[in-house]
């Protein structure tokens, strides 16, 4: 086991058993063992007397006194101390910590993968844009912590599938059949006027972007004027299902190319089109029906109207209120036809049908009243469970004022239109400097700049100097040490700090992929990043410290063997990350 951390909990559980024989699993499964909160406080801390003493039937300061007295001393821990009302602080021997490094070098970059997460079958969904245009920045963020989540969950254990649902059913989709079929139009030279086409069908022109002639040229390429003959617009029973087919798939292969640009992959793209034909939603209102979980009734006016402005009738409902909705709610509308949430349900039903265990759906913030019904849905469905990682706005600034930088695509901004000012890593690391819950401000004039305070050039900028390190090294034939012998050479307090950080790593992906927040990876590499920078300074300020040293062959092959350590844990976290670890920088 690589995981200093969770090798340290296991002596404290021992010490903790033996003393007390009897304890429950379920005090044990609660004993932690954590960096302290304070510097000064040894460097590993304990909560197991506090949460054991109601059990042990024992006030917490007599337990802790008792594994202190049982573990001081006792290798690696070199001292226990009680503080507080009963927390054990613990004091590694520095070898526990130097060993860190070959083990780092042994595993590379599976160093910190857990099996945590037992195999356990994950459905990520995450950005599931309408493909009625360009993807806009308005999913970037989704996006981004949706395929970090993906990565920290992967590493962690978990079988992890990423999912891309295409919202092509419905009427926005006709909408876009229409746009499109107008720019088909425009393409071929009609001579009408977008108003006086607008006029002429149902509910007007809804898309109007500039993005939607692409879309018209490529079909009259395709299909020259064959969807254009007599009176236009022509009889809709005659294009429209091609016509919604082509711009969809048109517009999908778009989005598809800004998520490979941003570094995004999904392993399935599930059509919501696909899911209505095939009767998925009937069947799964017949299978609630069979549990009592539907009726026909009619629902009490919604909270704000009046009476009068309330048209009660007869809706097939679902008992969300038995899962804790606050209402039952209407799964087919007035025309007999499944509701948009009745074909949520039938889709989550799906993928818990294909082996889901845990269903993951990123989302914006303007979503969040739809999931109590969501969650009561999958709850009623049984065999998964349902978490929602929502997603706030992002703001844009420059200049130190906000910006909308452009409008190219019509009446949104566009990843590409983000691409042309910022490059990929540095949106990705930017928005998971942030939990995604909270809303942020994203600094076009910082992501660009080589300072500490953007950090994807600090921690880049780390990586790219450790493997300056490792070529010089090399070119030297210089060995990294990974005997212990060697490596107590390693005894500065910056180079004790990387090694205490380092260590961390494993327990930080645990707890990360267990909270769901894959933005704690991004503050342990600044963290990381931070350690090594004020190491690499201390050796530009004293010789003795430098990294290689001619005339010193133990230190420097130690010193090498740590770089080659904070290089590896900065690549295994930007992978999570999907941020690329640069060689050198430019």
């Known amino acids: 086991m690589s995981d ?60 802790a006194a008792e594994l202190a007295r049982r573990l001081a001393g006792t290798p690696p821990i070199a001292a226990a101390e009680i503080a507080g009302p009963g927390f054990l602080n613990l004091t590694l021997d520095a070898d526990a910590w130097r060993g860190v490094v070959p083990a780092v070098l042994a595993e590379g970059e599976s160093y910190g993968d857990s099996d945590i997460g037992g195999g356990i079958a994950v459905n990520v969904e995450y950005v599931s844009a309408n493909p009625t245009g360009p993807l806009h920045v308005g999913h970037c963020r989704g996006a981004v912590v949706g ?53 002429r069908i149902p509910g007007g022109l809804q898309y109007g972007g500039d993005y939607l002639r692409d879309v018209g ?39 598809k190319e800004d998520l490979a640009r941003l570094g ?50 007869e809706q097939t409902l679902f008992r969300a209120t038995l899962f804790g909705d ?16 009745a074909n949520d349900i039938a889709y989550h039903a799906e993928k818990i049908a294909l082996g889901a265990e845990i269903l993951i759906d990123v989302l914006g913030a303007d979503h969040g009243g739809y999931l109590p019904r969501m969650r009561a849905a999958v709850a009623a469905l049984g065999g998964a469970s349902f978490e929602v990682a929502l997603c706030q706005i992002v703001h844009f600034q420059k200049g130190g004022e906000q910006v909308r930088m452009s409008k190219r ?53 780390a990586h790219a100097r450790a493997r300056s390190v490792l070529r010089a090294a090399d070119e030297r034939g210089i060995v990294p040490a990974d005997d212990l012998e060697t490596l107590r050479t ?56 430098r990294f290689l040293i001619e005339d010193r062959p133990a230190e420097t092959a130690a010193r090498v063997a740590l770089v080659a350590a904070v290089a590896t844990v900065l690549r295994s976290g930007m992978q999570v990350l999907g941020v690329t670890p640069v060689e050198e920088m430019r």
Do not use: C
């Open 490 to 545: 390693l005894a500065d307090p910056a180079e004790m700090a990387v090694l205490r950080r380092i260590a961390l790593w494993p327990r930080l992906v645990e707890g990360a992929a267990q909270a769901r927040e894959p933005h704690r990876i991004a503050f342990f590499l600044y963290d990381l990043a931070s350690d090594f920078h004020m190491l690499w300074n201390r050796g530009r300020d004293d010789a003795a410290l």
């Open 409 to 461: 695509a019509g009446t949104f901004v566009t990843v590409a239109d983000l691409l042309e000012e910022v490059d990929a890593d540095a949106i990705r690391f930017t928005m998971l400097m942030r939990k995604n819950d909270a809303q942020m401000t994203f600094d076009l004039d910082l992501a660009v700049s080589q300072t500490r305070e953007n950090p994807v050039f600090y921690v880049q900028y």
């Open 217 to 255: 040229r490529a079909l009259a390429e395709a299909h020259g004027d064959a969807f254009a003959p007599g009176a236009m617009p022509a009889d809709p029973e005659f294009w429209l299902d091609a016509v919604r087919d082509f711009a969809i798939a048109f517009l999908l292969e778009t989005i």
């Open 147 to 199: 395929d970090a989540l993906a990565s920290l969950m992967e590493k962690a254990g978990y079988n992890v599938t990423r999912e891309f649902y295409v919202n092509d059913a419905g009427n926005q989709v006709t909408a876009l059949a229409w746009a499109a079929y107008w720019r088909y139009l425009e393409a071929l030279g009609t001579e009408l006027t977008q108003d006086e086409f607008a006029a």
């Open 4 to 63: 200093l951390y969770a090798q340290t909990r296991e002596r404290v559980l021992a010490a903790l058993t033996d003393a007390f024989p009897d304890l429950p699993e379920e005090v044990l499964a609660r004993v932690e063992v954590v960096p302290p909160r304070e510097e000064g406080r040894g460097e590993m801390a304990s909560n197991a007397a506090m949460v054991s003493a109601r059990a042990a039937g024992r006030k917490p300061a007599e337990i």
């Open 264 to 313: 995004i992959r999904h392993d399935v793209f599930r059509s919501e089109r696909a899911l209505v034909e095939s009767g998925a939603a009937d069947r799964v209102i017949a299978a609630l029906r069979e549990r009592d979980l539907i009726y026909e009734g009619v629902l009490e006016p919604p909270k704000g109207k009046l009476p009068e402005d309330w048209e009660p009738r």
């Open 326 to 341: 606050d209402v039952d709610r209407p799964l087919r509308k007035s025309d007999g036809t499944a509701t948009y949430f």
